[in-house]
């Protein structure tokens, strides 16, 4: 049973302003796994006052001094790694492989990219007479999500520190563990005073106090397109930054040449990944319609094999997070079916042998038409749907046809091909036949959000631009 009843404040560990609990579920079992203390908005009033005060001297830090210090949470966040996979395992249900893998490794990864871009990073540049200067934003809001916990706090937190800013961190309430071990390294590796901070909250308590408070210089926002909405008009009255990263349902374009069947699978393996919680899943597959039962065929075999089970063991997916979760995916699925989508597999319950925890079926939907239910919302869960198309041009109307922009993809052996498709595709990002790159820009278009994380892109959001006019006069 885990009890993380404090807050990271000012460098100490300190009882909230009022004492309030909230129970922190694992979705594996259904059952309460630990408390978290939830604050409010005076907790949150200490914490700035922390990070405001802070600001003064990392703010003027040399890059030497801020590279140290990172290389120190570095060595760190190694000694804890099995630490923050068994957290991320217990607070959202991931399993080991997907826990010890990918989750705890992306956070890695934005740590040794930060430490690699501010080496280098030009925040000082002559242009003529004029001296342009990349100063820190100031104090920080970062509000993250739990489908991601660790990569979306470690994409926030890293660049934040590299550039000289300060924050303050409110985590999701719903999967808080490895949070407070991402707040136990930053102690454990000597991060100043005040420079780094956490409370625990929910998004009424703690997320509006932070995105409404006068000495937060900016807010970066990561969760539902609704909740983002809510962060901005906070934010607006104080005339804040805000950065979004937001929902998507993004569209996979599988071109009809000789990788189809590859493609379509390759697609589908995609989609059940993290049990289908990431917001960038290519949930929209689009296939010419002439190979329709094609694609139904394949995605069946191929959904039909994900492994769906305890995390402790190895299984290709976990539970979805929560209850709340698990209700409105079963909703969608059962709207999918109401307004007549073909189920080529899965569909509502519980998968077959499992009596416990939030499990979703794999699902694939065929046959499925734009303006579906299932084809407009962010379903957030193990559910494919596909769609057909009879040329490129029409596959391009309807992936764009749609609120969202955060990403997209294109699937097919005729690169050419694809590059031309991915040109039209309005997203903040599309891979073609699944291409990564953790420097890459990541953010959204429309409903999607605004701003850009990761690499040298993710470092533009701490930084305000300042122009020093005749500092070399000619």
């Known amino acids: 049973m885990r009890e993380y009843l ?50 003064t001297t990392w703010s003027s830090t040399t890059r030497e001094e801020r590279l140290t210090v990172l290389s120190a949470i570095l060595a760190e966040y190694q000694k804890r790694v099995a630490d923050l996979a068994d957290a991320v395992s217990e607070e959202m249900g991931a399993p080991a492989s997907l826990a010890a893998g990918p989750q705890v490794n992306m956070g890695l990864g934005h740590l040794a990219t930060a430490i690699e871009v501010l080496k280098n990073f030009q925040f ?83 997320g509006s106090a932070l995105s409404s408070h006068p000495d937060i210089d900016m807010v970066s926002f990561t969760g ?27 569209p996979n374009i599988v071109l009809d040449d000789d990788d189809f069947a590859k493609s379509v699978a390759a697609g589908t393996s995609v989609m059940m990944m993290n049990s289908g919680q990431s917001c960038n899943a ?26 769906v089970g305890d995390p402790d063991v190895k299984t290709a997916i976990g539970p979805v997070v929560s209850k709340v979760q698990f209700d409105k995916i079963q909703g969608l699925i059962q709207k999918g079916i109401d307004e007549g989508a073909t189920v080529v597999v899965g569909g509502t319950g519980r998968p077959d042998g499992v009596d ?17 239910t299932i084809a ?15 040329d490129l041009d029409q596959a391009v109307a309807i992936a764009n046809d749609t609120e969202y922009g955060l990403a997209g993809y294109v699937s097919g052996a005729d690169l050419d091909a694809a590059r031309a498709v991915a040109r039209r595709i309005r997203a903040g990002s599309v891979a073609i036949n699944h291409g990564f ?33 005749g500092y070399s006069p000619e």
């Open 282 to 307: 290519p949930s929209r597959m689009l296939v010419p319609n002439s190979r329709m039962d094609e694609a139904k065929s394949i995605a069946r075999d191929t959904a039909g094999a994900v492994k």
């Open 124 to 206: 000082e540049e002559q242009h003529g007479s004029t001296l342009v200067v990349r100063e820190p934003i100031g104090v920080c809001g970062l509000i993250t999500p739990w489908n991601w916990p660790i990569n979306q706090i470690a994409c926030k937190v890293f660049p934040a520190l590299a550039a000289g800013c300060t924050m303050v961190l409110k985590p999701s309430e719903v999967a808080p563990y490895s949070a407070q071990i991402f707040a136990e390294i930053i102690a454990a590796a000597g991060v100043p005073a005040g420079v780094f901070n956490l409370v625990y909250g929910d998004g009424p308590g703690v």
């Open 356 to 372: 416990a925890g939030y499990y979703v079926r794999p699902t694939v939907f065929g046959d499925v038409t734009n303006d579906m």
């Open 437 to 469: 790159d953790i420097n890459a820009p990541f953010g959204g278009y429309k409903s999607s959000g605004n701003g850009r994380e990761w690499g040298q892109f993710g470092f533009d959001e701490y930084l305000e631009t300042k122009a020093a006019l």
């Open 6 to 55: 404090k807050f990271y404040i000012d460098g100490r560990w300190v009882d909230p302003v009022e004492p309030n609990t909230l129970d922190v579920d694992n979705p594996t079992t259904e059952k309460i796994s630990g408390r978290i203390a939830i604050g409010g908005a005076a907790d949150v009033d200490k914490a700035v006052e922390a990070a405001r005060k802070a600001f």
């Open 376 to 390: 407009r919302e962010e379903i957030f869960g193990p559910v494919l749907c596909i769609l057909g198309y009879d």
């Open 224 to 250: 539902s397109t609704r909740a983002g909405v809510d962060v901005a008009k906070n934010a607006a009255q104080t005339v804040k930054r805000v950065t979004q990263e937001l929902g998507g349902k993004s």
